[in-house]
């Protein structure tokens, strides 16, 4: 069974640039959340996709998006970034069942803006 | 809407004695509770987790987690604490059916020889 996996793992971007980061589910998987972890602070949700549509969205501004795909990997896309957009992303996968369920989180991609 | 509060950003324990990490949270509805790992330049790892059955949870590596509907408390416990439990660990709620996580600001942990 595969795990989940990000890439890039590191990225460096300039203010006002656009980054797009990857993740790929774990197999049998078909839900995938995304998550920002500033330094020393816990995760934060941006937003989670469920069957190629968004499904839920946190406090993040517009120019945070997302896609997912047939085979439920996904993009995160981030317009014109800032500054505070340093921080490690963190892509989770899941599978719905009833009852609720476990998220699996891949290794992060750490994207630094200056 | 949910949160989650873990005092002692740093906790420093002598290796071989107990460890104790709090976490009171704040819902809505009926919570799942998860504690995750998270090692130096590695990913979240699922230690336990609750969903409304057994109060108390063991997890791995001997850790284990009791949770407290009157005192809306998740603490996390290990009898005895090992070298390779330096880590830092997060509370986690989540409440909403779509299995949104609100993870605590964590508990960095440094065992001492």
């Known amino acids: 069974e595969t795990g989940v996996t990000q890439s890039p793992t590191h990225l460096i971007k300039t203010r006002g640039q656009q980054v797009t980061l990857r993740c790929s589910s774990q197999?049998?998987?078909?839900?995938v959340s995304w998550y920002q972890q500033a330094l020393g602070q816990g995760p934060q949700f941006i937003f989670q996709?469920?069957?190629?549509?968004?499904?839920g969205r946190g406090n993040f501004p517009p120019r945070f998006s997302g896609l997912q795909f047939p085979n439920y990997s996904s993009e995160l896309n981030v317009n014109a970034l800032e500054l505070d957009d340093s921080a490690l992303y963190l892509c989770?996968?899941?599978?719905?069942?009833?009852?609720?369920?476990?998220?699996?989180f891949g290794p992060g991609t750490r994207l630094t803006v200056t | 809407a949910q949160s989650v509060t873990q005092l002692d950003s740093h906790v420093s324990v002598s290796e071989g004695t107990p460890v104790l990490l709090r976490c009171n949270y704040s819902?809505?509805?009926?919570?799942?509770l998860f504690w995750y790992v998270q090692h130096p330049n590695k990913g979240l790892q699922l230690l336990l987790k609750?969903?409304?059955?057994?109060?108390l949870v063991k997890g791995i590596n001997g850790f284990e987690a009791e949770f407290k509907k009157s005192e809306t408390s998740f603490h996390l416990t290990k009898p005895s604490a090992h070298m390779s439990d330096a880590a830092e660990y997060f509370c986690?709620?989540?409440?909403?059916?779509?299995?949104?996580?609100?993870f605590g600001k964590g508990n960095q942990v440094v065992v001492i020889p």
């Open positions: 989770a996968s899941s599978s719905r069942t009833s009852g609720g369920y476990e998220q699996y």
């Open positions: 197999s049998g998987h078909n839900t």
């Open positions: 996709y469920y069957r190629e549509e968004e499904n």
């Open positions: 819902s809505s509805y009926s919570p799942s």
């Open positions: 609750y969903t409304s059955a057994a109060t």
């Open positions: 986690v709620v989540s409440d909403d059916g779509n299995n949104r996580l609100a």
